[in-house]
């Protein structure tokens, strides 16, 4: 057996706590019922009697159930047909520029990331930041919450180096994301900004490893100033026009394509050809099996509370009644 959570367990001694409350509770009641119920402060002690243990191994049983006890674990796997995406967005410093529908250009690129998400079924999904060096922010996954997650926290500063190496970053998406046999789409954003990382030649190394590439440039021709630098950034679509067209089958979309058309060119070169396993452990589950028992033993409290309430009010009432009584006599 196993506890999911076991942290719960921490709250343990609430129960002794309680037990020690309610049994201090039932001595100021058993001495209130002598004083003045007389014969029923025997019926009254019992049923007060069972309230610490009602109460204690109520909490108990509960505090268990929150810990999750379970067994059996059960490996169940999941199969799925889609194809495998990198999605490889540009996060220098020029993707701050402000010139998209008046977002930056990076900024407009998330949005329309995670707007994509909302069609995608089925295919694994992995994002790669690139600037002077390349960062995987999120690997190949079905988690699209994760993924959506890591898109969220994008931003300029998300590679650790300055500049712009595309032709580098080519390199290490085909190199740490294809394997022979299987396809692979890569999909990139960015401004065009480069500093002669060769990007057009290392997309002419997507044709051998069976790699498709689509290029979206982000960005105006006539540009907007890099906020903090000082400079102008233009979108450089020969440049990207040219690494499009240097991989077989290569895509390029500029500045005349709005990037929430984004869902419809994904789909329209969609490619269902990839099957991904996924597995999660299934347990039998141990917490119902304390969950009843709190509940019938909380029951049974409450129950006692509302007769013992009965009683003492009863007998409260008869125990005046018959103080009354005799001063009454007295005075006669």
């Given at each position: ?8 367990l921490?709250?343990?001694?609430l129960?002794?706590?309680?037990w020690f409350?309610e ?12 004083a003045w119920?007389s014969t029923?402060?025997?019926?009254l002690?019992f ?12 909490f108990?049983c ?9 067994w059996?674990?059960?490996n169940?796997?999941?199969?799925s047909s889609g194809?495998d995406?990198?999605?490889?967005v ?9 010139d998209?529908?008046g977002?930056?250009?990076l900024?407009?690129?998330k949005?329309a ?8 079924d ?6 790669v930041?690139?600037?002077g060096?390349s960062?995987a922010k999120?690997p ?14 994008l931003?300029a500063g998300s590679a ?5 190496l595309?032709?580098?970053?080519l390199?290490e ?6 394997a ?8 990139v954003f ?11 030649e290392?997309a002419?190394e997507?044709?051998?490893a ?10 105006t021709?006539?540009g907007g100033e890099?906020p903090?630098?000082?400079?102008t950034s233009a979108?450089n ?5 040219e690494?499009a067209?240097?991989?077989?089958g290569?895509?390029?979309?500029g ?22 396993t ?6 039998r589950e141990?917490a ?6 709190a509940?019938a033993?909380?029951a049974c409290d409450l129950?006692l ?5 009965g009683?003492e009010i009863?007998?409260f ?11 009454g006599?007295?005075e006669?």
């Amino acid at each position: 057996m196993t506890l999911l959570n076991p942290h719960a367990l921490f709250l343990l001694p609430l129960a002794a706590l309680l037990w020690f409350l309610e049994f201090r509770g039932v001595s100021l009641s058993r001495a209130w019922a002598s004083a003045w119920l007389s014969t029923q402060g025997s019926r009254l002690g019992f049923r007060a009697a069972l309230h610490p243990w009602l109460v204690s191994l109520s909490f108990l049983c509960l505090t268990l159930a929150l810990a999750r006890p379970v067994w059996d674990p059960v490996n169940v796997d999941r199969k799925s047909s889609g194809q495998d995406t990198v999605f490889l967005v540009d996060a220098s410093r020029s993707m701050n520029t402000v010139d998209v529908s008046g977002s930056s250009r990076l900024d407009a690129v998330k949005l329309a990331l995670l707007d994509l998400l909302n069609g995608i079924d089925g295919d694994r999904v992995a994002l790669v930041a690139f600037a002077g060096t390349s960062v995987a922010k999120c690997p190949l996954t079905l988690d699209y919450a994760f993924f959506a997650q890591a898109v969220k926290n994008l931003d300029a500063g998300s590679a650790s180096r300055g500049g712009t190496l595309l032709g580098d970053a080519l390199r290490e998406v085909r190199k740490d994301f294809s394997a022979p046999g299987k396809k692979l789409s890569v999909w990139v954003f960015t401004d065009g900004g480069d500093q002669e990382s060769f990007p057009v030649e290392a997309a002419k190394e997507y044709a051998d490893a069976g790699v498709s590439l689509v290029v979206w440039g982000v960005g105006t021709l006539s540009g907007g100033e890099v906020p903090e630098r000082g400079v102008t950034s233009a979108l450089n679509e020969n440049l990207l026009r040219e690494v499009a067209e240097a991989a077989p089958g290569g895509a390029y979309f500029g500045s005349a394509v709005p990037l929430w058309t984004l869902p419809t060119e994904y789909r329209a070169r969609h490619r269902r050809d990839a099957v991904a396993t996924s597995s999660r452990v299934v347990w039998r589950e141990g917490a119902w099996f304390l969950l009843w028992p709190a509940l019938a033993l909380f029951a049974c409290d409450l129950g006692l509370r509302l007769s013992s309430s009965g009683v003492e009010i009863t007998g409260f009432a008869r125990a005046l009644a018959r103080r009354f009584r005799r001063k009454g006599d007295r005075e006669k």
